[in-house]
């Protein structure tokens, strides 16, 4: 009898270790593993995981390199959207969850699986973010989620392992990481309460740089292009080199604290040095570039963009309506800014642009103008407040 496919999302962690067994001795399926890079893995890490699949029984292992087009089809519109959920987060997980699970559901598809399984919890984001994405693409194909289902506990998971002679490093980190182009997530034990910050140990890039240091980026239509001159291309590299640059500053290290889609809130640390020195940058060049309604308007749909982009809903139609919204304002979005890293912090200095909206030629705010007269301003002053100047004389004072 030919044994089912099932496409396992792996990571090589205890988890995705446990659905392996799981899958292939209990099971009796045949089990493709695979792992999308987001930009999180070396070609070592890779390896070792590979290796780590085969020890585990897998009749086939996969990568998907999603590193470019996770940043063609998602970052490039966070960026855009200049989108920091809660005014905080730069959405590093969950924005390359989506794009993990729709690489994934798409592998499923190429290779005829009957099945896709993931390592998910109950108790999380990801495990609504998968199902929903595999029923949206693969609506056909079967989702297995062990740990979920079982309702097992680490200890469990362990036991079952150590039975079937699985040999690993059982000892569970003290932190979880998550590693991305995007940004890197840290949970550990202070993220479960609600008054306790990670200790210095915890962030995965040490603070080893001290010196003041001024940069210069510069955007063409809403993307990162160069670093102090530099030309990278593909914005990918442009942003891992900045993020090799800031880093060590310990720039961009913060904890957020969300609605998560089950209804529950959660907590988690992140360090996303490029992501939120681009977005700063960007958002400074945006406020001399465009006028006040187009800032206004980006602000609203980029908003819902990345709250339903948080949720899994990346394949809403909707999505693409705003992403066609947000790329069309980025027309006039190129110039440099400059950029100063300090340990711990950073400053936007300022930005040339040939766009700049803020010109000299029309006036100086609150010194000189050029293009109006005194009478001008006393004329538009008064019919500007002109219908509520008739409210209160109808109404009388509140």
Partial sequence: MEKKKVVLAYSGGLDTSFCCIYLTRDLGMEVHSVIVNTGGFSDEELKKVEERAYEMGVTSHHVVDETENFYNTCVRFLI????LKNNT???SVSAERVSQATAIANYAKEIGAESVAHGSTGAGNDQVRFDMIFNILVPEVKIITPIRDLKLSREEEIEYLKKHGVEMNFEKAKYSINKGIWGTSVGGKETLTSNLGLPEDAWPTPVTESETRDIELTFEKGELVAIDGTSYDHPTKAIQALQAIAQPYGIGRDIHVGDTIIGIKGRVGFEAAAPMVIIKAHHTLEKHVLTKWQLSWKDQLASFYGNWLHE???????M???????????????????VQLNPYRFQVVGIESDHDLMSNKFGSYGEMNNAWSGEDVKGFSKIFGNQVMIYHKVNGPE
């Fill in 89 to 91: 987060y730069p959405l």
């Fill in 320 to 338: 693409r309506n705003i992403e066609s919204f947000l790329t069309d304002t980025q027309d006039k979005v190129s110039g440099k800014v400059f």
């Fill in 80 to 83: 855009y959207g200049n989108v």
């Fill in 312 to 318: 899994g809903q990346f394949h809403d139609p909707i």
